[in-house]
């Protein structure tokens, strides 16, 4: 049978204490609704809503066209928020997922298993259930002598005896969407809150002696809700690690798992070691056999193999493979270096090409130029690639040496295997083969040092 989902997001989760909608606070490299996003469809959801309130075109610009988004415009509860989505599934005959967009850490097979049980069992509601130590907060799963579901209590309308129930409902739910919105109109706002809450439904659908049954939550922490930075924070370190532990499993070695941060959409090939204190954000794509860090930060980056990467920043770029990048060298957007090329320590590079067997080794920047292949750039080169007000390019073809502490004024073409002196400030292109100097010819003053100290 179809599967659809709904995403509630619409409140604003005032703790956060913040102008963002809750639900687009980052966790592990993209909005925690985007993780939410990611489970539901990996779990099998063909149609999905997002029920948006709070800051509703942010959430609409990030949700694009992954799903459609309806308006909650008065935040009156969950049941109130779900009912807004019944537009949407009009036409919709199958079973309905309903999940925060506030849970990021829960799993796609989370949800598939609750989706496979509820179909099995024809039940009318199916929810996922959880056993805590501590269930303060959450609400109750109220149970009949026979251990069918009855109801569900919140905490602040429980009795005492009800609230030593430690089994509680975690706000995901799978459902028939047949009846499932006539339902959710009989729900009433008698309550301590004064809101229309879904789990009143259950209790509802007992009353119609219609099946309600539960799937029991293997890791707690999957539910983790997120109402402020500190939790943020504590659901960051719990999805942070597995994604770690995901990576070690495919064959990747990471020395400190406590000190490594890897975004969830990053890949990592087989045999990388991965050092302290190393950043891979984004879209990053890494090959396999590559050596990064410590101390690196890399962003929507593509890494080819057997690479190593010390001590640098990077961004946007693509990176030949058996490549050496840094100590301290800071890769731009756009730039694309070639294989077995040598970028060093304080090398700055912008949206440039670099050839396979280039060396740039240390103390340049290298800005909107294209080097070819198997150049040296010596130490303190800089391209001057900007007038105050235009950008201009700088070509270095195949074979060139530039000698250290040399200013080439773009525009500006260096010929194939031609040299450079040391100490230049080219403004004129170099021919191929040529040598080219541009610097004063040295003068000596006899005796003029021991005359000036006396």
């Known amino acids: 049978m179809e599967l659809a989902a709904v995403v509630l997001a619409a409140g604003k989760g005032t703790r956060m204490k913040s102008d963002l909608p809750k639900v687009l606070h980052p966790i592990c490299g993209q909005p925690m609704l985007g993780q939410v996003l990611g489970a539901v469809a990996q779990a099998g959801v063909t149609r999905t809503v997002v029920v948006a309130g709070f800051g509703f075109k942010q959430v609409a610009d990030f949700v694009g066209n992954r799903a459609r988004v309806v308006l909650q415009e008065e935040q009156l509860g969950t049941a109130h928020a779900l009912l807004q989505a019944e537009g949407e599934l009009a036409d919709f005959s199958g079973n309905l997922l309903v999940v925060c967009g506030d849970t990021p850490l829960l799993r796609a097979d989370t949800l598939a298993r609750l989706a496979q049980a509820h179909q099995e069992t024809g039940a009318a509601a199916t929810l996922l259930t959880a056993e805590m130590e501590d269930p303060t907060g959450y609400g109750r ?17 429980a009795t005492p005896e ?12 799978c459902f028939q969407v047949s009846g499932l919105f006539q339902a959710l109109k009989e729900i009433s706002p008698a309550n301590a809150q004064g809101e229309y809450y879904l789990t009143d439904i259950i209790e509802i659908f007992v009353r119609q002696t219609l099946p309600v049954k539960a799937v029991s939550l293997k890791d707690n922490r999957e539910i983790l809700g997120i109402n402020d930075r500190i939790q943020l924070s504590r ?25 490594t941060y890897v975004d969830a959409g990053v890949r990592v090939g087989r045999d990388c070691v991965l050092l302290p204190f190393t950043f891979l954000q984004g879209n990053t794509v890494i090959g396999s056999g590559c050596t990064i860090g410590p101390g690196s930060h890399i962003t929507d980056c593509v890494i080819g193999n057997g690479v190593e990467i010390q001590y640098s920043v990077l961004a946007g770029s ?15 957007p756009d730039t694309k270096i070639g294989e077995r090329a040598k970028v060093g320590d304080f090398v700055e590079i912008k949206k440039s ?5 280039s060396k740039i080794p240390h103390l340049s920047y290298v800005g909107d130029a294209v080097i070819g292949e198997k150049v040296n750039v010596g130490a303190g080169t800089i391209t001057c690639n900007y007038d105050g007000k235009n950008k201009y390019q700088t070509i270095l073809e195949d074979g060139v040496f530039i000698g250290s502490n040399t200013n080439l004024v773009a525009p500006i073409k260096v010929g194939k295997n031609a040299v450079v002196a040391a100490g230049s400030t080219l403004t004129k292109d170099v021919p191929a083969d040529a040598l080219g100097v541009a610097r004063e010819r040295q003068t000596n003053v006899a005796d003029w040092a021991k005359k000036r100290r006396s």
């Open 235 to 259: 659901a960051e370190g719990i999805l942070r690690r597995r994604v770690l532990e995901g990576l070690m499993a495919e064959g990747v070695t990471i020395i400190d798992p406590g000190n």
């Open 141 to 157: 799963v109220i149970r009949t002598p026979d251990s069918n579901v009855c109801r569900i209590v919140e905490q602040k309308d």
């Open 162 to 173: 009800e609230l030593k129930v430690k089994e509680i409902n975690t706000g995901v739910y």
């Open 353 to 357: 090409t670099i050839g396979n067997e």
């Open 318 to 332: 693509q990176i030949g493979s058996s490549t050496v990048v840094g100590p301290y060298a800071y890769i731009r």
